[in-house]
C-alpha cells in the first residue's frame, strides 16, 4: 500500500503564490508519472501538470508560464509552485502518482483546498 500526503493548500489573494507538496511512502520501488489534477465545484477533474521520472512536464495551458511542477525522486516526493493565482484556480487540488512495485498501481492523494480571493 502506498499513500500520498499533501500539504500546502490554503487561502490567497489574487496575483499571490502557494506552494503544494506530495509526498509518498510505503511499497515503492519507483515512480514513474506524479502530477497534479484539481477540480473546481460543479466541473470535472482537469490535469494540472504532469512529471516523469526523467524531468519532462506537461502543463494545462491555464497554468502555462504561472505553475511549475518539479520532483525530488529520492524523497518521492512532488511540488506545484504557482503563482499569479487567479480566483478560477480556486478548487481541490490532488496529487496522482503512478508507483511501480510488482506492477503499476495508480494513487492519489486526499486532496488540498486552494482558494484564491479577488
Excluded: H
Aim: glycine content about 10%; some cysteine.
Amino acid at each position: 500500500q502506498v499513500q500520498l500526503v499533501e500539504s500546502g493548500g490554503g487561502l490567497v489573494q489574487a496575483g499571490g503564490s502557494l506552494r503544494l507538496s506530495c509526498a509518498a511512502s510505503g511499497r515503492i520501488f519507483s515512480i514513474n508519472r506524479m502530477a497534479w489534477y484539481r477540480q473546481a465545484p460543479g466541473k470535472q477533474r482537469e490535469l494540472v501538470a504532469a512529471i516523469t521520472s526523467g524531468g519532462s512536464t506537461n502543463y494545462a495551458d491555464s497554468v502555462k508560464g504561472r505553475f511549475t511542477i518539479s520532483r525530488d525522486n529520492a524523497e518521492n516526493t512532488v511540488f506545484l509552485q504557482m503563482n499569479s493565482l487567479k480566483p478560477e484556480d480556486t478548487a481541490v487540488y490532488y496529487c496522482n502518482a503512478m508507483v511501480v512495485y510488482t506492477t503499476t498501481y495508480n494513487y492519489w492523494g486526499q486532496g488540498t483546498q486552494v482558494t484564491v480571493s479577488s
